[in-house]
């Protein structure tokens, strides 16, 4: 049987400068049926006491043991080791967008204050939450079908540590902190106005996200974060945001519906009230010798279609 390296990406506050990477040798007979965290409790045990690593439940229950498996988030625990296996090796190590602690466990302190700036609480409406014990606060399971999903996350920050925009923006909530504020939206119990919901949202970076679907394809639970954002802006259109995200995105659909292109030259001037922008764009239209008929996208043949398309997914959407 061959041997397998197993590398990880240390780091101790104290005396390291930087983080680097150190690696183990482990038998491929040892590591099989092993998961990660029993590959990372085995050299623990066997071969390096001083490795630090966060777990507890072992049944991916908890959330703790998430840490990039060759460059993706994922619950150590639920991970079978040999399955990772790339050219001989595994690379393991910290979630990004947290400050690290030491080795592969990470400060969760600074992303659960971003959750608490969206009011993941519910705040009981008296008309449908009784005030008494012997009553119940009846939830229909039509009514439950709206944010069953979201009730599944364990805040292992999977998604989290894989955001594009919280590495851009470490202001941005964060992926799984906006699919919280979702959930208390849809909960038919809650009392908090909705719009003012919305707002903290918007406040907290909504038209931030790239959806570049990286916290899709991280959540060890099937929940979709990209998609709760995507309908959190829905909400936010409704309740008559006017920032320039929303600007940009009811800019985006108008001009896509009218002609199945977005209107680049129209959009500085929509989004961000930008004429300069529309001013270079003109000039530098008119140098090239492009007719003014054509500064803007022209409706294409089959639009209609396109149209037809649009109103019925609007309609299955809401």
């Avoid at 680097?20 to 409790?41: H, N, P, R």
């Avoid at 049944?59 to 399955?83: D, H, Y």
């Avoid at 570049?212 to 099937?222: D, F, R, S, T, Y």
Wanted: proline share 5%; net charge negative.
């Amino acid at each position: 049987m061959a041997n397998i390296l197993i590398e990880i990406q240390r780091f101790n506050p104290e005396t390291d400068d930087k983080p680097f990477m150190q690696t183990y040798e482990v038998s491929e007979e040892i590591l099989k049926g092993m998961t990660i965290f029993d590959a990372l409790a085995y050299i623990k045990d066997k071969i390096d006491p001083t490795l630090t690593y966060r777990a507890f439940c072992r049944s991916a229950i908890c959330g703790s043991c998430a840490m990039k498996i060759n460059e993706r988030a994922k619950l150590a625990c639920k991970e079978q080791i040999l399955f990772h296996v790339r050219n001989g090796k595994v690379v393991i190590k910290p979630l990004e967008n947290a400050k690290i602690i030491r080795d592969l466990a990470v400060d969760v302190d600074e992303a659960l204050e971003k959750l608490k700036k969206l009011k993941p609480w519910l705040e009981a409406d008296p008309k449908k939450v009784p005030d008494s014990i012997k009553s119940e606060s009846l939830v229909l399971p039509e009514e439950f079908a709206h944010y069953d999903h979201m009730t599944d996350c364990i805040l292992c920050m999977a998604c989290y540590g894989m955001c594009s925009a919280e590495k851009a923006d470490s202001n941005y909530a964060g992926p799984f902190q906006f699919t919280k504020a979702l959930r208390f939206i849809k909960d038919s119990r809650d009392g908090v106005d909705i719009d003012e919901r919305v707002q903290l949202c918007v406040d907290n970076g909504l038209w931030d996200c790239v959806q570049c679907q990286m916290c899709l394809a991280a959540c060890p639970k099937g929940i979709t974060p990209a998609d709760d954002i995507q309908e959190l802006r829905r909400y936010a259109i409704a309740s008559g945001d006017d920032s320039m995200g929303a600007k940009r995105a009811t800019t985006w659909f108008r001009d896509v519906f009218a002609t199945g292109q977005i209107d680049k030259f129209d959009l500085p001037v929509n989004a961000k009230g930008d004429t300069k922008a529309r001013e270079e764009m003109e000039k530098e239209f008119r140098e090239r010798g492009i007719p003014e008929e054509r500064f803007r996208p022209q409706p294409f043949d089959g639009i209609e279609g396109l149209r037809k398309f649009i109103r019925k997914v609007e309609e299955e959407v809401n």
